[in-house]
């Protein structure tokens, strides 16, 4: 299983980005998939899910903000951030589980994992 992040970069806040997650070795449309952050010197954190059946789920810290969604022709997975403030500064990561749910948010049930994107919100 091998999950791609792309798509960080530096956005004054107020701003938006849009993450991707490529993924490849895995039967893609029976797998739930999550981004979650890392801000500097904290831990890591729930973002957003969206379900093997296109459900999805976001904490109040994105929610209204943040949009997920899936594409399981490309095998891919968006995450659409808008209005970006300071502290959504952090690495972004995606993670895939095997019919993963809208209510898998520990990254400790996540056995898969990219490599990270940062994201850096800052005038």
């Known amino acids: 299983v091998q999950l791609q992040a792309s798509g960080g970069g530096l956005v004054q806040p107020g701003g938006s980005l849009r993450l991707s997650c490529a993924a490849s070795g895995l039967p893609f449309n029976i797998y739930g998939m999550a981004w979650f952050r890392q801000p500097p010197g904290k831990e890591r954190e729930f973002v957003a899910v969206v379900s093997w059946d296109s459900l999805t789920y976001y904490p109040d810290s994105v929610k209204g903000r943040f949009t997920i969604s899936r594409d399981n022709t490309g095998n891919m997975v968006d995450l659409q951030m808008n209005n970006l403030q300071p502290d959504d500064t952090a690495i972004y990561y995606c993670?895939?589980?095997?019919?993963?749910?809208?209510?898998?948010?520990?990254?400790?049930?996540?056995?898969?994992w990219g490599q990270g994107t940062q994201v850096t919100v800052s005038s």
């Open positions: 993670a895939a589980k095997y019919y993963g749910a809208t209510t898998v948010r520990s990254r400790f049930e996540y056995p898969y």
